[in-house]
Antibody, heavy 119, light 107 residues
Framework: QVQLVQSGGEVKKPGASVKVSCKAA????????ITWVRQAPGQGLEWMGW????????NNAKKFQERVSMTTDTSTTTVYMELRSLRSDDTAVYYC????????????WGQGTLVTVSS | DIQMTQSPSSLSASVGDRVTITCRTS??????LNWYQQKPGKAPKLLIY???TLQSGVPSRFSGSGSGADFTLTISSLQPEDFATYYC?????????FGQGTKVEFK
């Protein structure tokens, strides 16, 4: 069955970086991109960006463009999202989700990774 | 960016009620509209895509309608497991944007 398994929670200080992993299994990895969505405590969903697992092309939200990197490791079917220069308002649960391409929706999600930014 | 406005922000309902949630977009997005359900502490779950297509495995009491800039999610007969927060999301353009959510609570 399709599974996206994310790395565990992280606690970081302001100014640091965090790298969250998302391991995909149960489907043809190259057939779907991966989208990252975050959710601050008690808040709604915020799209961060997308990466093609086929060729590594990314499309990131302007808000994060300077601070985010998304990469893939095809040998392990794992996608990574790195967020730099962390601030307290980056405290959130970060989700990866399988992106259905032209349909633009997200049919399978990881379990979420809580990133806490605190001094 | 396409702005998404859901209403209401929250509602109280009873088991068996018919529930309707609306989503309005700032631009015409044809039928590029998706609905998700999220329960506390869990990842969102895709319910409806392309405005009215039921995702595999989703109960038929959920339905979606609309096109252009006005969309509706309807739960025909609310069940106990349906108490959750619902989000709309547009897939017409990037950045993908979500509505602010509608929390369905027990009356």
């Amino acid at each position: 069955q399709v599974q996206l398994v994310q790395s565990g929670g992280e606690v970081k200080k302001p100014g640091a970086s965090v790298k969250v992993s998302c391991k995909a299994a149960g489907y043809t990895f190259f057939s779907y991109g991966i989208t990252w969505v975050r959710q601050a405590p008690g808040q709604g969903l915020e799209w961060m960006g997308w990466i093609s697992t086929h060729n590594g092309i990314t499309n990131n939200a302007k808000k994060f463009q300077e601070r985010v990197s998304m990469t893939t490791d095809t040998s392990t079917t794992t996608v990574y999202m790195e967020l730099r220069s962390l601030r307290s308002d980056d405290t959130a649960v970060y989700y990866c989700a399988r992106d259905r391409g032209n349909l633009g929706n997200f049919d399978y999600w990881g379990q979420g990774t809580l990133v806490t930014v605190s001094s | 960016d396409i702005q998404m406005t859901q209403s209401p922000s929250s509602l109280s309902a009873s088991v068996g009620d018919r529930v309707t949630i609306t989503c309005r977009t700032s631009h015409n997005i044809n039928s590029y509209l998706n609905w998700y359900q999220q329960k506390p502490g869990k990842a969102p779950k895709l319910l409806i895509y392309a405005a009215s297509t039921l995702q595999s495995g989703v109960p038929s009491r959920f339905s979606g309608s609309g096109s252009g800039a006005d969309f509706t999610l309807t739960i025909s007969s609310l069940q106990p497991e349906d108490f959750a927060t619902y989000y709309c999301q547009q897939s017409y353009s990037t950045p993908r944007t979500f509505g602010q959510g509608t929390k369905v609570e027990f009356k």
